[in-house]
């Protein structure tokens, strides 16, 4: 199958194809992803931040604002691939502008109340607080904000808002935010170490070493000692993997990392569904497409909504209606078979002009991926998981700092609890803007406390080690052994029917001894690839040992919590229970066992005593 | 129906082309062919991906010597585009290459960097209020907003294959046309500085950077409102500007090209007589006559005032 | 079939061959053409670049004299072709931008307003569209002869301005040369850009890449290159020389105008196509 070719007739087959050679592009590897110091072992970085999405890169410019301190952001991609690319609303903050009514006190409330209260109350204020601040301060950056007559950035309401308070760029919110801080971080000459996948935090003890990454331009083995590290890893939406709206890379890698240190996953369970993915490969279309008045139908043409919520319908908020689908689904009236399993939704009601004028990303990827034309015909759709409330719990929100000494955590991976059970709209990109300016202050102001306590010889050993168990894994043979994505199709097949919209305690049960079995097979997969020089097959054979660990402390918090609140639903506990679980589940992996145990933490009331939540 | 791509593969210094087969799915894109590819035939195959949504720009690619992004261009539509069922798929142009599919992004940011690659707000403006900015003036700059750095405008770029030395990439030029023309921007001056001297005028106006944008941002474009940025603040002190200028000011002049006379108002009479081998030359084979007077457009009185006349209105507009 | 000639600024100067055997080729193909009066510069793609409004305006005024004479555009050079597109499409899209630009002609005296009523077309598209043009109009079939497909930039790109066929896989040009009896030959350097429009900003850059086109369709066997472009032409044409000294190539090739081409098809002699007004590989030319 595979040839090397001469020259010449590498140019003869190409031209038989009519393609129109670019000569000497080709050239090895220069390196310059990294700074030369890192690769020397010269550098002690006093801030390293962990991902370069919103989160990670505005923690960096704002502990880079202390000229003196040493900053770097390692990401296992380019800096600016992340999922925070993704976000299309825009980011909450209460300033007013569009709607001087607006107060700090309703958005703190309509945050708690959309997470089910399982907010920290507490966390929530901070939040509000500071996040129409950091808006002012993103505009300042240069953030192309969409703008009103006055001048001021234009904010728009989302669902579950009183209030108009989203500021945005286009639908593109998340996109421009990415960019926009990335040019910063260019401009002040922020470190990157990019494209190296962070494998471990490195701890002697309890005195942190820094962070094991793998380099995957030439598969070395990298020690980055630091005196505080900011994990902004993202979410980890790849558990559900074509059932998800998350890119590739979210894969939970820095909740692993932290999880092994001893800092609690807290509130694993707390996955947020969106209704209307593509049944093709969980690509979200819209909330807009049911506002502009498409109808969820199932295989018997019957517009089901109208059971499942008699008053709002299709309009119904995203956790009714994605439960709505995902019964439909179960009870055999869906369309399509198993992960693609589906109802329809049906535009052909809108007229055309305004499917165009209105609709038209969701028209284009119905086109693209499904191949169907949705001003002619309904469109596959099934949920989709969209976001992780849950995270590494951030033990004290005024500087963003873990449990462990000098790791601090910010954005989606982790828990500060501002989400509690279900997140708003445009609740997200608010809060990597605001905890990532925290985290970046309270680790800056760490290091500039303390020096460092770490020990390189330690970290030596930890590289020592990746280095064998990357020879090792990488030069397991096909033979008798399951592939990387033989084991990630089946560990998906457990968590999405098992531990997805719906869970109850058989089940739950099912899937972790399904989970335990995965691990096994895990421990001598096939990898495939044994080149050192950007290795993916590779990554993604790390990636996987993390979703794995992920799915665990999923399902594991997902048993305890005997009740439904917010993304998690259980059918045989359907109702809210404050008297039990207004708590947060902590779980915690134990270092020796590799074993999950969970804890509890009460919930922080301040003002808000929990209600029924009705829309 | 069965595609078979040559996927140009490099591995360690080792380079060839390799076949694979895929089955034509409903919706199948480039990149879920690669991901197919990767998992069920050949685990060593490397290429990036990330969002599958067209907005990280992770995962662009050449087909049949074209950058796409994989992830949103189909198979299908591609094998009606080259009528064939046989595609190329190589890793973009005018990148370093590091394995396969995977291209070096590094080089690339000191390139960002050389335009002072963020806004540097008005003094009225302040960190605590942010800035103020007519909707008009957003939407100035707001198309070039919308780069996502996949890299696809430069894949093709003439100028850059021939020397990245003295030139950026397209995209580059995309950032600093949305500096520019940011209202919020108390300098333009400073970035406009930058791209000259970073090679402003050597583009080719081939229009490959903007024939390849999966987003529609025109770069070929942006690099025009650049010149005439330039123009505005009086950076127009170079060859190319000048042999801009010397073509515009024809058309006032006599409505047509004096051919003659370009190249002496844009080099100058010493640098212009360097080409004499070259006049001769043309001479020679009668396609140049030192002779002939140029003739001027009867209408040429009209001519002029149209030019004004926009000019004014232009300056109005600003 | 009668159009509007634009015949742009080389037609009139260095590159009059193009215009004479234009004329020559439209006349036995039954294509009356006209040119429009008094017409300007398109702007040559640098006029935008000092005033994008005042280059806008100046095609809005081209355009709405071949309106006033009711006949659809024909031009046979890419970039006037793109610039005069462009600016259609801009003013055909944009209510008050049109507006804008007919106050304009207006005070400045010119007595048309621009409608939108005239197409911009190229000679190559025409001729593609209308393959009953050349109907038994081949009589000297140009068989065995190897041509150098050279489209040029400005005829491909971009696809929402010059929408003839697909600008990322065109085969119009080879089509035609098909039709004319002779075989295309496929040669590396075939959609690379000539470099003509940034000769002096870009030269060496510039003189490579001309060298590495001839030498590239030398090559591929081409016995010419035949280009819709007369800049193009002019720029391989006349730069040939220094093109060969930049790549270290013997290479001496041919460099046609499409109309010259399709004239030696025709019947008509190198002499009657302004051949002999050629720089570059006069001699190599063996047909006609």
């Known amino acids: 199958m595979s040839t090397e070719i001469s020259r010449r007739t590498f140019i003869k087959g190409a031209a038989a194809a009519g393609v129109v050679l670019a000569a000497g592009t080709y050239f090895a590897w220069d390196g310059k992803n990294i700074p030369e110091k890192v690769k020397t072992g010269d550098v002690t970085y006093d801030v390293l931040v962990i991902g370069s999405g919103g989160a990670g890169m505005r923690a960096a410019l704002a502990a880079a604002e202390r000229k003196d301190l040493k900053v770097a952001v390692m990401t296992k991609l380019v800096p600016t691939r992340s999922a925070s690319t993704m976000a299309q609303g825009g980011m909450n903050g209460v300033t007013g502008v569009s709607d001087p009514t607006d107060t700090v006190e309703s958005h703190v409330f309509d945050t708690i109340k959309g997470g089910d209260y399982l907010c920290d109350q507490d966390a929530v204020e901070y939040f509000a607080e500071r996040a129409g601040a950091n808006i002012y301060e993103l505009d300042y950056m240069g953030y192309p904000f969409n703008r009103q007559k006055d001048g001021a950035f234009h904010q728009r309401k989302m669902g579950g808002h009183s209030h108009p308070r989203a500021s945005y760029f286009e639908d593109r919110a998340g996109h421009a935010m990415v960019h926009t801080l990335f040019e910063q971080c260019l401009e002040n000459n922020i470190d990157f170490i990019s494209e190296c996948q962070m494998l471990e935090i490195s701890m002697d003890g309890d005195k942190l070493n820094g962070v094991i990454a793998m380099d995957m331009r030439s598969g070395n083995l990298l020690g980055v000692p630091a005196k505080s590290v900011i994990i902004a890893t993202g979410g980890y939406g790849r558990v559900y993997w074509v059932r998800t709206s998350n890119p590739y890379s979210s894969t939970g890698d820095g909740i692993v990392a932290g999880m092994n240190v001893g800092i609690p996953f807290k509130d694993p369970e707390m996955v947020q569904f969106h209704p209307t993915g593509l049944s093709a490969n969980g690509v979200l279309l819209s909330e807009s497409s049911r506002a502009e008045g498409a109808l969820l139908i199932n295989k018997n043409g019957e517009r089901f909504m109208e059971k499942y919520a008699p008053e709002k319908k299709e309009l119904a908020t995203r956790d009714i209606v994605a439960r709505a689908i995902a019964t439909e689904i179960e009870e055999g009236r869906g369309v399509g078979e198993g992960i693609h399993a589906g109802v329809y939704m049906d535009f052909t009601k809108i007229p055309a002009e305004r499917i165009h004028e209105r609709l038209g990303q969701v028209y284009d990827l119905s086109r693209r991926f499904a191949g169907v034309d949705i001003t002619k015909e309904p469109v596959p759709i099934a949920p989709t998981c969209h976001y992780s409330m849950g995270g590494l719990e951030m033990a004290d929100f005024h ?47 760490f290091a500039k406390a303390n020096s460092y306590v770490g020990s390189q010889d330690s970290l030596a050993k930890d590289c020592a080690k990746w280095k064998e168990n990357f020879e090792k894994a990488t030069s397991r043979g096909r033979e008798g052994n399951k592939s990387v994505p033989e084991i990630r199709d089946a560990m998906i097949n457990t968590m999405w029917y098992k531990v997805g919209v719906f869970r109850d305690e058989a089940q739950l049960l099912q899937a972790s001894a399904e989970l335990d079995a995965l691990d096994k097979e895990y421990a001598h997969c096939y990898v495939g690839d044994t080149s050192h020089v950007y290795n993916t097959a590779f990554e993604q054979y790390v990636e996987l040992g993390n979703l794995l660990q992920i799915s665990h402390a999923i399902v594991q918090g997902a048993l305890a919590r005997k009740e439904s609140r917010g993304g998690h639903s259980r059918r045989d506990f359907p109702k809210r229970d404050d008297a039990n679980f207004l708590k947060h589940t902590l779980i915690f992996k134990d270092k020796e066992t590799g074993k999950y145990r969970s804890e509890y933490k009460d919930v922080v009331i301040t003002k808000y005593q929990p209600k029924e939540r009705k829309y | ?27 199948m894109t480039v990149l879920e062919a690669l991901i197919e590819i990767k998992e069920k035939q050949d685990p060593t195959l490397s290429f990036t991906c990330s969002c599958r949504s067209s907005i990280c720009g992770a995962c662009s690619v050449r087909v049949n010597g074209n950058a796409e992004l994989a992830c949103e261009m189909l198979v299908e539509n591609l094998v009606k585009r080259y009528d064939t069922n046989e595609l190329t798929i190589e890793p973009l142009g005018n990148f370093k290459v590091i394995r396969d599919l995977i291209v070096d992004w590094d080089p690339k940011y000191a390139r960002i960097k050389k335009i002072k690659p963020v806004v540097q707000p008005k003094d009225e403006f302040s960190k605590d209020k942010g800035c103020k900015q007519s909707p008009e003036d957003f939407n100035k700059y707001k198309k070039y907003a919308g780069c996502i750095l996949c890299g696809s405008c430069v894949s093709e770029c003439n100028k850059n294959t021939l020397n990245q030395e003295d030139f950026l990439d397209p995209f580059v030029f995309v950032k600093a046309e949305k500096l520019v023309a940011d209202s919020r921007d108390k300098s333009p001056e400073e970035h406009l500085k930058a791209v000259v001297k970073a090679g402003l005028w050597r583009c080719f106006n081939c229009q490959e950077c903007t024939a390849k944008c999966p987003k529609g941002l025109d770069p070929a474009g942006a690099i025009e409102k650049l010149k005439e940025a330039t123009f505005k603040k009086g950076l127009d002190d170079n060859v190319g500007a000048r042999h801009a200028k010397a073509i515009y000011d024809d058309i006032s002049e006599s409505g047509t090209l004096d051919e003659s006379k370009l190249n002496i108002k844009s080099e100058g009479f010493l640098m212009a007589g360097l080409r004499a081998p070259m006049a001769l030359r043309l001479m020679r084979v009668g396609k140049m006559n030192p002779l002939d007077t140029h003739k001027v457009n009867p209408e040429i009185d009209t001519i002029r005032k149209i030019v004004k006349n926009a000019e004014a209105a232009a300056k109005e507009a600003e | 079939m009668k159009y509007a000639l634009f015949p742009g600024c080389v037609l009139e100067g260095a590159a009059a061959e193009a215009y004479t055997s234009l004329k020559k080729v439209c006349e036995k193909l039954n294509i009356e053409i006209e040119e429009i009066p008094n017409w300007t510069c398109c702007g040559a793609s640098h006029a935008q670049g000092v005033n994008d409004l005042a280059a806008l305006v100046i095609n809005a005024r081209n355009i709405s004299i071949a309106e006033h004479m009711g006949l659809d555009i024909m031009t046979v050079c890419n970039t006037c072709t793109l610039q005069l597109r462009t600016a259609k499409m801009r003013l055909d899209k944009d209510a008050k931008l049109k507006e804008k630009v007919n106050s304009i002609l207006k005070e400045s005296g010119h007595p048309y307003e621009y409608k939108g009523t005239s197409k911009v077309t190229h000679f190559l598209w025409i001729l593609d569209e209308h393959p009953e043009l050349l109907a038994g109009k081949v009589v000297k079939p140009l068989s065995g002869v190897k041509i150098a497909a050279y489209y040029g930039c400005h005829i491909l790109r971009p696809q929402e301005v010059m929408d003839h066929g697909d600008g990322k896989h065109p085969e119009y040009l080879e089509r035609l040369i098909r039709a004319l009896g002779a075989e295309p030959v496929w040669f590396d350097a075939s959609r690379k850009c000539c470099g003509f429009h940034a000769q002096l900003a870009a030269e060496h850059d510039v003189l490579t890449v001309t060298g590495q086109i001839v030498d590239s369709a030398d090559r591929a066997g081409a016995m010419a290159i035949a280009t819709p472009c007369p800049l193009c032409q ?54 006609g």
């Open chain 1, 399 to 445: 500087t963003g700092e873990s449990r462990v000494k000098g790791v601090y955590v910010a954005g989606e991976c982790s828990c500060v609890s501002v989400h509690g059970a279900n997140r708003l709209g445009a609740n997200s990109l608010s809060e990597v803007l605001v905890f990532g300016h925290t985290a970046g202050d309270g680790a800056a102001e």
């Open chain 2, 1 to 27: 129906m069965d595609v078979k791509l040559r996927i140009h593969r490099f591995v360690e210094g080792r380079k060839w082309v390799q076949n694979y087969t895929v089955t034509l799915k409903v919706g």
């Open chain 3, 234 to 287: 002019m720029q391989l044409d006349m730069y040939e020389p220094e093109g060969r000294h930049a790549v270290h190539s013997q290479a001496q090739v041919p460099i046609l105008h499409l109309q010259q081409l399709v004239g030696l098809a025709l019947g008509l002699t190198k002499e009657e196509v302004g051949f002999n007004r050629h720089v570059s590989a006069q001699e190599k030319l063996k047909i």
